[in-house]
């Protein structure tokens, strides 16, 4: 089979103290490379350290919605200093979330303009996070679309009409493990009709774990399940979802052009 990607994992939480355990894990199951994803400037940093201790690992760095604070200078250029490191594919996760309303909704948009500004700045796609908050986000996207190196929809939840105005405007849908649960019938409408060469694959570990493995905590390894119910939905082969689906993410994130390079300077 070829190779997977798992193209959102939060590496850095406490489930994964036994790192190398994990990886090895993922390796069995054909998952090849990983990326870790920030969510506040220590996660970010994080991240990068573990992008560059390993060479099948990618990070991410961005201030979560659930974190949305007002982005002062210095906040700023620290997380500017972390987009510009070496293995660092995209500013991310950021984004809207009006289900949990952590942060005052006001404050979840102005940080997310200050992030998308720094995306445009560095030249680097963004992973979002957006729950019931796609009206905005919609609103608040089409300012910087043009601007934009790439756009992925993080565990997208929207429904196939939000789906097809996403990829009209080239947009990337990663599909979670929620796909393999029977109630999930929104996500497996759009995974059966969404264009493939516009999906990813994913795992959200430790969140999110996918049949048969729930109630325990997810992990990369698992995302070869996600993978198999995909190719179940759209009547492909394994093989043909994990090359594509491989395929994307090195292209949205533009991976090829990192992997000769491991280490920077601090």
């Not at 970010?44 to 007002?70: C, M, N, W």
């Not at 995306?119 to 963004?126: F, M, N, T």
């Not at 698992?222 to 394994?238: I, P, Q």
Request: aromatic share 8%.
């Amino acid at each position: 089979m070829e190779a997977l990607i798992d193209t959102h994992a939060h590496l850095d939480f406490p489930e994964f103290s036994d790192l190398e355990a994990v990886l090895s894990r993922a390796a069995q199951k054909g998952v090849a490379e990983i990326i870790t994803i920030g969510i506040d400037l220590p996660s970010s940093a994080k991240a990068v350290e573990l992008a560059q201790s390993r060479p099948e690992l990618y990070a991410t760095v961005g201030i979560h919605p659930h974190d949305a604070f007002d982005l002062d200078p210095r906040s700023l250029d620290r997380l500017r200093d972390l987009a510009r490191r070496d293995r660092v594919l995209a500013v991310g996760e950021i984004g809207l979330d009006y289900y949990r309303d952590r942060q005052p909704r006001p404050l979840q948009r102005e940080c997310l303009h200050r992030q998308l500004e720094l995306a445009c700045e560095v030249g680097l796609p963004v992973v979002f996070h957006i729950r019931d908050a796609y009206d905005d986000f919609m609103s608040i996207i089409k300012t910087y679309v043009g601007s934009l190196q790439g756009v992925v929809l993080h565990c997208f939840s929207g429904d196939w009409a939000i789906a097809r105005r996403c990829l009209d405007l080239g947009f990337y849908l990663s599909v979670p493990g929620t796909v393999t649960f029977p109630k999930a019938t929104k996500l497996q409408e759009v995974v059966r009709r969404a264009p493939l060469d516009r999906l990813l694959l994913e795992t959200d570990a430790p969140y999110l774990t996918p049949v048969p493995f729930r109630g325990k905590p997810n992990e990369p390894s698992y995302v070869f399940h996600t993978a198999e119910k995909v190719a179940e939905l759209r009547g492909a082969s394994l093989t043909e979802v994990a090359r594509q689906t491989t395929r994307n993410a090195h292209g949205v994130f533009r991976m090829e052009e990192t992997q000769s390079s491991r280490w920077v300077s601090a």
